[in-house]
């Protein structure tokens, strides 16, 4: 159900429903038809059993990896602000309980 | 449809080697599939279940795949193997190339010099001439780059139909390395776990050459003699080698589990340093398969105390073919006879031995 | 390899494992259902349960279709295997699911022709190799992989191949989040939803979990950052006490899922009245059956099945791990009669099966610290 793999398209068969796509290297003949979309060399799609299921956004991909790394950022800041030693969260809320290291 | 469910029947009695990693298996497998000749547990069940009580305890324990005999003074190995291997050419090697190196390397893992070869074919009836001539120069070639005599052997010829063009089975002898001594027993917590390439590449190229998965690659087998890279190995740090092995079926994962087991102790990989090629990784992340478990023909693993951990490194490093070594795990004392592999962010797996025929999945 | 390793950066994961530690209210018990069998496998290859707290629980969901696939069905598929016309194509997923009398590796141990196929269209192009045996394709997977078999019937009737018909096992997911949320006794706080379900149907679809059970679900990704993030989601909705749709998969899924998937399945497939599902018992309108226009290429027309319905032996609990009610070591067969090389159910045998992902990547070590404990 779920084993889907992002591949590159690097050419596209004349009958625009086939696709040659490469991941890391490998590469696999695709059935297009499921994306309605214009499709070039150079997208990105999902892969499931010889089918693209999806084009990958590239903008979304960088929107989530920027909100990944600012998760980070608040951390840190937090740890600062814990080490000035003011003690509990300001509103009272600890880190959740942790689990005791494996 | 029916209205009276039929209940499946109630399952039998459990394999006796789960609860405990070292007792006996036994082998009551009412008939023999695919899986007894896949390296993992199923060929655990037949060889050690079946194959040693009978063939005699006391040569074969712990099991390796290399025996030791000492003949008016020669301290001498044998060994042997057989190839099946479909399709029989494949890109970087086929099964004439396989028939040498497998024995070779079985030798150089077991501590010894390889010296000759006893080759048997067994042929199919209506494989071409030139198909027997080409295996049989691809043969020859890979003995005399392995240093290798070829002695001897047998040929069958069987109906068509049977035997899928051929099987080659070749015996190995060589002559104990001085510099070498290897047991799982002298494996200790804090030993160091060396792997002397990429791991997979021949087992992806067979899988993508028998044109089921429809994948393209670039990949080539690895097959290759890896005793000189064992050579250097024993020169730089030879005492402090306590075992080695090379990864065939059932790939590193089940070569380390029966480490484990023989040993009792475990062992844990860093997850990031096993070195795979991209379009192994590529194709066992479209395949859904685990490039632990898949086969090579061309690289070992090996266990060195910690202080020499380094120096092995380098010189495999140094010598031709072993640019790639990496040191990739530590022996620990527990949890017993497990193999993991840890995340750098924390998380860590277990890693088991094969169960059957690593099968692409879709899930 | 693009669009993955970002996902897996180990100084990301550690901080979004430090953030969802951060968030998790100690007060609070949280039980998050995974519903799909990928989010099972990927949360243990990865090892995330380690990362979080201990008051966030993961309780495994019943999204694994091979798992949920009752073994009569199995056995129907394999009845079809006994043919002597009759090649049986199969994902490699199935080949080692137990049958009454053996799994389909078995079975083509004992000669019956039962091939492996990476993708439906591999199984038509072998009916078009193969033009004096007819090839029957054992279709499972929930919306993810229905469209594709889709297409390939659609194929198969534009180019006129009589020899190919497909043995459809497609379910659909709705149904069986539903019939969780309806479960007596099941207390769940929130979903981590479907990733490539989505994509053909869309976010959608979920409305209901929020609307009228009042969960929050959020379509998530199945790297560990995308685990991780789709965690941070769930606990912020209910910290705010919002029960919304959200999609952490936004790279992948698209909001209205994808137009061209669901008419190729509505073309080819409709539902059945009414399903077995192991576990979850009979689900109506849950399964996916051909079109009386696609008839000839519908196995079950075009040949007679046993039809009989097996039960799950009595011991086994295959049911109540499918809906999150037993973790995989509580069912009295784990590890013992029970273990991916002697399956008794599914379970133990999909990659994506909460038993098998706990067995392979879990159980071993406890059980070898276990008896560590013990001689200490």
Known sequence: MCLAIPGQIVEIADDRHVAKVEVSGVRRQVNVALLDDELAPGDWVLIHVGFAMSRISAEQAEEQMRLLRMLGEDAEAMAELEGYGFGEDADGRGAGARKADA | ?363 | MRYVDEFRDPHLIRQAAAEVRRKADPERHYRFMEVCGGHTHSIYRFALEELLPENIELVHGPGCPVCVLPMGRTDDGLALAGRPEVILAAFGDVMRVPGTHGSPLEHKARGADVRMVYSPLDALKLAEREPDRHVVFFAIGFETTAPSTALTLIQAKARGVENFSVYSNHVTIIPAIRAILDSPGMRLDAFIGPGHVSTVIGCRPYAFVAEDYGKPLVVSGFEPLDLLQSIVMLLDQLAEERAEIENQYGRVVPWEGNPAALRAMAEVFELRPYFEWRGLGFISQSALKLRPEYAAWDAEERFDTPGVRVTDPKAAQCGEVLKGVLKPPQCKLFGRECTPERPVGALMVSSEGACAAYYNYVHRRSEAEAAAAARA
């Not at chain 2, 009412?30 to 069940?45: C, L």
């Open chain 2, 1 to 363: 449809m029916t209205s009276e469910p039929v209940t499946a029947p109630n399952p039998g009695r459990p394999p006796a080697e789960e609860a405990d990693p070292r007792r006996r298996v036994r082998f009551r497998d009412p008939q023999i599939e695919m899986a007894h000749g896949a390296g993992g547990k199923a060929s655990r069940r037949l060889v050690e279940g079946l194959f040693v009580p009978l063939f005699g305890g006391a040569l074969l324990d712990p099991l390796g795949d290399v025996a030791h005999l000492e003949v008016d003074g020669a301290r001498l190995a044998l060994t042997a193997d057989s190839f099946v291997v479909r399709p029989l050419v494949f890109p970087g090697g086929s099964i004439g190339e396989l028939a040498v190196h497998g024995t070779v390397n079985d030798l150089a893992v077991g501590g010894a010099e390889p010296l000759a070869l006893l080759v048997t074919f067994v042929l199919e009836a209506g494989t071409p001439g030139e198909v027997v001539e080409a295996e049989a120069r691809a043969l020859a070639a890979a003995a005399e780059r392995a240093g290798v005599a070829v002695v001897g052997g047998d040929t069958k010829v069987v109906e068509h139909g049977k035997a899928e063009g051929m099987y080659v089975t070749t015996a190995g002898i060589g002559r104990l390395d001085p510099r070498l001594s290897l047991s799982p027993r002298s494996v200790r917590p804090g030993d160091r776990v060396l792997v002397s390439g990429p791991l997979g590449d021949h087992g992806i190229t067979v899988l993508l050459a028998r044109g089921d998965v429809d994948l393209e690659s670039d990949l080539e087998s690895d097959t290759r003699s890896v005793y000189p890279l064992v050579d250097r190995l024993a020169e730089a740090v030879g005492p402090a080698v306590r075992w080695m092995r090379d990864p065939t079926r059932g790939g590193a994962a089940t070569a380390l589990n029966e480490l484990a087991r023989d040993a009792g102790l475990g062992i844990v990989l860093a997850e990031e340093a096993v070195p795979v090629r991209p379009p192994v990784r590529g194709a066992c992340e479209l395949l859904g398969l685990d490039p632990l478990h898949i086969a090579c023909e061309g690289q070992f693993l090996a266990v060195v105390a910690p202080e020499a951990a380094d120096e092995a490194l380098a010189a495999l490093r140094a010598a031709p073919g072993g640019g790639e070594a990496a040191l990739v795990g530590e022996v620990r004392e527990s949890p017993r006879g497990t193999v993991l592999a840890a995340a750098s962010y924390g998380g860590s797996r277990v890693v088991d031995m094969l169960v059957g025929d690593p099968l692409p999945r879709i899930c």
